[in-house]
């Protein structure tokens, strides 16, 4: 399961929206995620839905990489999608058992809470996979570049930001070694009740601390020994530049930004 788990790791590739510019991407998903928010009807959100349907193939992302990232949300989506689908009475009854009541209004608010969940964690995915790193730390220290006016530590905070995305992969790896090597040791992680669980993971949380503090010292000298000094002076080796692509790119999701817009109108 823990490998699974996707989160901050980027795919290489040359597909259209790798080559994207990492601050227009940045905006970009930041207007999709607010589009998504905008559609309040499932025709709406349809539009959202064509959308991430077009943009995911032109990625070249395998598919079984987006299914990583959505399959940890996997029981979020569900719970979401069953207390919307039970709780929720109003409209035209399809079934009803004792409490138990499913009405039209209860299906279409769970199917459009899921379907939105999964928007998000796909166009918020593609982000990721189609960005590097160190692309994307110079995306949020650029788009932030204004907040130095005001003595906020810009750079500071976009490394920061970018370095615990990156660790996020490496601190999965950790688990994934620690809980093999106690269940090597006989520990009994898998079976027993809620608190037998959380007294097992107890053996995995103190060695991941010690390897997160040790895997920040490494970093820190690593740093240091590169006589690294914050965004004072510092010089880059890729530049960002937009191109005409990127201007495509944001006329076509404009389009569908206004379709969101045209459709709950409409309905």
């Not at 790798?18 to 930041?30: F, Q, Y």
């Not at 839905?49 to 979020?76: C, D, E, N, Q, R």
């Not at 929720?88 to 409490?99: A, E, L, N, S």
């Not at 490496?170 to 040791?185: F, G, N, V």
């Amino acid at each position: 399961m823990l490998k699974d788990i996707t989160i901050g790791q980027f795919f290489p590739g040359k597909s259209v929206i790798h080559r994207m510019d990492a601050r227009v991407k940045l905006l970009l998903t930041a207007a999709f995620i607010v589009m998504l928010f905008v559609a309040d009807s499932i025709q709406a959100l349809c539009v959202g839905v064509a959308f991430t349907l077009i943009v995911y193939p032109i990625s070249g992302i395998p598919l079984k990489m987006m299914w990583k990232s959505v399959k940890p949300i996997l029981p979020i989506i569900i719970i979401t999608a069953f207390l919307n689908l039970f709780f929720i009475r109003t409209g035209d009854v399809y079934f009803h058992w004792k409490i138990v009541k499913i009405t039209e209004d209860g299906v279409k608010t769970a199917s459009f809470m899921a379907i939105r969940i999964v928007c998000l964690i796909v166009g918020s995915s593609i982000l990721t996979y189609t960005t590097s790193p160190i692309d994307l730390t110079d995306a949020i220290e650029r788009l932030l570049s204004p907040l130095k006016k005001v003595k906020v530590p810009v750079h500071e905070l976009a490394m920061m930001m970018t370095i615990a995305l990156r660790f996020i992969p490496t601190l999965i790896e950790e688990t994934d070694k620690i809980m093999s090597a106690q269940k090597a040791r006989g520990a009994d992680i898998e079976t027993g009740g809620l608190i037998k669980k959380a007294k097992a993971l107890v053996p995995i949380l103190i060695p991941l601390f010690v390897a997160s503090f040790r895997h920040a010292e490494e970093l820190a000298l690593a740093m240091e020994c590169r006589c690294y000094h914050g965004g004072d002076g510092r010089t880059r080796m890729k530049q960002l530049k937009m191109s005409v692509l990127d201007l495509f790119g944001a006329l076509f999701l404009c389009l569908f930004f206004t379709g969101v817009i045209i459709v709950n109108i409409i309905v």
